[in-house]
T-cell receptor
Framework: NAGVTQTPKFQVLKTGQSMTLQCAQD?????MSWYRQDPGMGLRLIHY???????DQGEVPNGYNVSRSTTEDFPLRLLSAAPSQTSVYFC????????????FGPGTRLLVL | DAKTTQPTSMDCAEGRAANLPCNHS???????VYWYRQIHSQGPQYIIH???NNETNEMASLIITEDRKSSTLILPHATLRDTAVYYC?????????????FGTGTQLKVEL
């Protein structure tokens, strides 16, 4: 299994540009999440999904959209990038069940100029 | 979810046990204690979790006090590869899955 994969690894955007961060998992996990990590801070939850067709907001959802059309994929969309969205983005997945551990991807480093 | 308090940093000699403390004095009865770690620039990695009883797996041991207000993660024989930021998280499992809230963690530095 490849586990959780994220693309791209690094991206530079100009203010106002849009882009989609890709996340995929091949473990048939129901739950998927997006986190952001700013320097010197812990991870903060952006959006999450408990299954295909179902998404919900986390702690810091503003400026981001998500959709979950398949179990495998959970893309994160920035419609109009802002410098405040410069961060490292991590995608995570876990099997159905409250105590299952989350598996994290390698991260996408985003710089918005 | 309850908040946690951890020391900002700790040092440990290679081969010795690393004991990482965590305070969670406002933990609720149905909240679990989770430990994750993040090696430089990588995604976080699950280590261990527990509710009341002490737990052990191939990576570490988790000691939870009887009143559940604090816990200690023990790496029995720390190696240089254990240098990482360690996060103590308390979380209740809900229908929405584990929405883990990460604090700033403890930077553990293992040295020769």
């Amino acid at each position: 299994n490849a586990g959780v994969t994220q693309t791209p690894k690094f991206q530079v955007l100009k203010t106002g540009q849009s882009m989609t961060l890709q996340c995929a998992q091949d473990m048939n996990h129901e739950y998927m999440s997006w986190y952001r990590q700013d320097p010197g801070m812990g991870l903060r939850l952006i959006h999450y999904s408990v299954g295909a067709g179902i998404t919900d907001q986390g702690e810091v959802p503003n400026g981001y959209n998500v959709s979950r059309s398949t179990t495998e994929d959970f893309p994160l969309r920035l419609l109009s990038a802002a410098p405040s969205q410069t961060s490292v983005y991590f995608c995570a997945s876990s099997y159905r069940g409250g105590l299952e551990t989350q598996y994290f991807g390698p991260g996408t480093r985003l710089l918005v100029l | 979810d309850a908040k946690t308090t951890q020391p900002t940093s700790m040092d440990c000699a290679e081969g010795r046990a690393a004991n990482l403390p965590c305070n969670h004095s406002t933990i609720s009865g149905n909240e679990y204690v989770y430990w994750y770690r993040q090696i430089h620039s990588q995604g976080p990695q699950y280590i261990i979790h527990g509710l009341k009883n002490n737990e052990t797996n191939e990576m570490a041991s988790l000691i939870i006090t009887e009143d559940r207000k604090s816990s200690t993660l023990i790496l029995p024989h720390a190696t240089l590869r254990d240098t990482a930021v360690y996060y103590c998280i308390v979380s209740v499992s809900t229908g929405g899955g584990n929405k883990l809230t990460f604090g700033t963690g403890t930077q553990l530095k293992v040295e020769l």
